[in-house]
């Protein structure tokens, strides 16, 4: 492991979840409610399903949490976490060798709005470290009533952006999207898709960094139109109970199969941050 | 695998759904919507997931769902299926052996009612036979706002049913049930307990399928002194609130833990009859 970008890294992570909660409390004020912010909460980690594991586990997080009228719950975590590995876990990870040790650090961000007219968004950017080290991510949609100019401005905008780094990063990480964000049982897509990546180590480290922080900084751009142009938008029971419905799958999704709900849970996080994700008023018909 | 059990078990599967289907539409009737019915949905089973798996696929089950005005929604399903597990699913099974070949029928209830002072109710029996064959299920209570007199009398009759087959049996399948139903990652349990078993293989086969049947035939008088005495009770929206969050807990659950929903969705089930437990109107705060 190399301690110079961990560090580097996490510095980032901590300043992009701050900028982004700027920016979207700014955008709540905008075309919601002017008072409404972040509530802040830390945790420090504990390890309390593998107390016998090796190693003082350590690290935690910032949850962050907003309440407002255009978004109805939009949660923004970052954290940095190390330890060990179970060992059970440690067969599905990467490079988790003989001691399990790890570090990792990352934002995520998954926003309900309360227009049925807005879609959902997830965005995740992390570097995890093992005896290898990676980044991953993406950002990703998941809308309750399909638009689809807003879904090709999206795509655009995500293409855009990943053609500055490689040609071949959009095409490959929007498959990725597709197959990951899918609910087999269903046969069905969870979203419209976006994004995702994983294991993105090039030899370049500078170079994915720098990836990964022009998805970060892209999110405010993706979602800003999103907003503006839906959120005023008259809806009725239809579009509510399709929200309901919608947001179900996305429980579905991230319960049954999401990677990093799974991490958190298996390496000791704070559930309600890794919970964070579960939308408010939801159903199954 | 011993065909005569099978087809007695599978009988007894099917005669007990119709039987709690019409306690329920009774009760219903009494103390709510005196219309409302359930709805059966027949289902062939599809091995979607692995069609390459060897064997023919087969068998299916009845879907029963009930919406009301005491029972916001019951669900009450028959299965009978067989085929052959995927290779990754085998490795998990009591002595599913080389060919992984299973036969596996049951019912399965969830019950969420309407009123947050009526508890939610979970019931299953069930038979399988790989290269051993057993049973397995229980029953047991989530009280989104517990009472103690309710909670005391159910563990009371269940208590009795066990006795009349073994002293044994109520100690160890309600430690059982208390700790399957455990929620490590709140670290809470999912509801106020009742029993749960499984590899039930006594070597007297009558003897364990006529203990499977009591706790079948036990369920309506379990469940009706419940609706009686607490669903005509007047709530407030904090009471609401109470039982959207344990509803959402009973999805944390079944989504993340549940055994059989995991088999349904790993035997390529059918995902409707499996995701019938989940609840109308849930939220996350």
Not at 189 to 213: C, E, K, M, P
Request: charged letters at 20%.
């Amino acid at each position: 492991m190399t301690p110079q970008h961990q560090q580097k890294a996490e510095q980032w992570f901590r300043q992009i979840q701050k900028q982004i909660i700027a920016g979207l409390e700014a955008l709540e004020a905008e075309y919601g409610d002017e008072t409404a912010q972040f509530q802040l909460t830390r945790w420090q980690r504990q390890n309390k399903y593998h107390p016998s594991a090796p190693g003082a586990p350590g690290g935690g997080g910032t949850m962050a949490v907003l309440r407002g009228r255009v978004f109805e719950k939009a949660g923004v975590n970052f954290s940095a976490v190390h330890g060990h590995f179970s060992e059970k876990y440690r067969a599905e990870i990467l490079g988790a060798g003989e001691s399990g040790a790890f570090w990792a650090s990352g934002v995520s961000l998954v926003i309900h709005p309360t227009s049925p007219f807005v879609p959902i968004i997830h965005m995740n950017t992390r570097m995890i470290a093992t005896e290898k080290q990676w980044f991953g991510g993406g950002v990703d949609l998941t809308s309750c009533i399909p638009n689809t100019e807003d879904t090709a401005r999206f795509h655009q905008q995500v293409k855009a952006c990943c053609d500055r780094f490689d040609p071949d990063h959009y095409p490959k990480f929007k498959a990725w999207c597709d197959e990951y964000f899918f609910l087999p049982h269903r046969d069905e897509a969870r979203g419209v898709g976006g994004i995702f990546y994983d294991y993105l180590d090039s030899g370049d480290w500078n170079q994915d960094f720098a990836f990964t922080q022009a998805i970060g900084a892209l999110f405010l751009d993706l979602y800003r139109p999103l907003v503006q142009e839906n959120a005023h938008r008259p809806w009725g029971e239809a579009e509510a109970e399709a929200q309901r419905l919608k947001r179900g799958r996305y429980v579905e999704f991230n319960l049954l199969f999401d990677r990093g709900t799974r991490f958190g849970l298996m390496t000791g996080g704070n559930t309600e941050a890794i919970l964070m994700s579960l939308p408010p008023r939801t159903g199954w018909k």
